[in-house]
């Protein structure tokens, strides 16, 4: 079993920066890719970005180019989501998610791909 707790969350003013961190309760966190997305009500799941499990290879959406950076650090287990320049249309509940893929230098978009899920950070843009 995953758990996955993600913390960082706020209120912040348009053009802000936030970075939400993802602690992972494993003994092992290099076999998983990792990924963010995030959920507001009344809409979709929505897919932030992903991760390998060696931290080379990453995707972001398209929604989030080069505002939002995502890192992790194996050693403490532990993801990060770097986000700058928010927008209030960046308000939303954001969960980190974790999938098994043994070293594999895959990445994942959809949700329905992940295994396992954190209880969500919320965080708020305000204009």
């Known amino acids: 079993q995953v758990q996955l707790v993600e913390s960082g969350g706020g209120l912040v003013r348009t053009g802000g920066s936030l970075r939400l961190s993802c602690v992972a309760s494993?003994?092992?966190?290099?076999?998983?890719?990792m990924g963010w997305f995030r959920h507001a009500p009344g809409k979709q799941r929505e897919f932030v970005d992903a991760i390998s499990w060696s931290g080379d290879t990453t995707y972001y959406a398209d929604s989030v180019p080069g505002r939002f950076t995502v890192a992790r650090d194996n050693a403490k287990n532990t993801l990060y989501l770097q986000m700058n320049e928010l927008k209030p249309e960046d308000t939303d509940v954001y969960y980190c998610?974790?999938?098994?893929?043994?070293?594999?230098?895959?990445?994942?978009?959809?949700?329905?791909?992940?295994?396992?899920w954190g209880r969500g950070t919320q965080v708020t843009v305000s204009s």
């Open positions: 494993v003994r092992t966190f290099t076999v998983y890719t």
């Open positions: 998610a974790s999938r098994r893929t043994y070293y594999s230098e895959s990445y994942y978009t959809e949700d329905r791909e992940y295994d396992y």
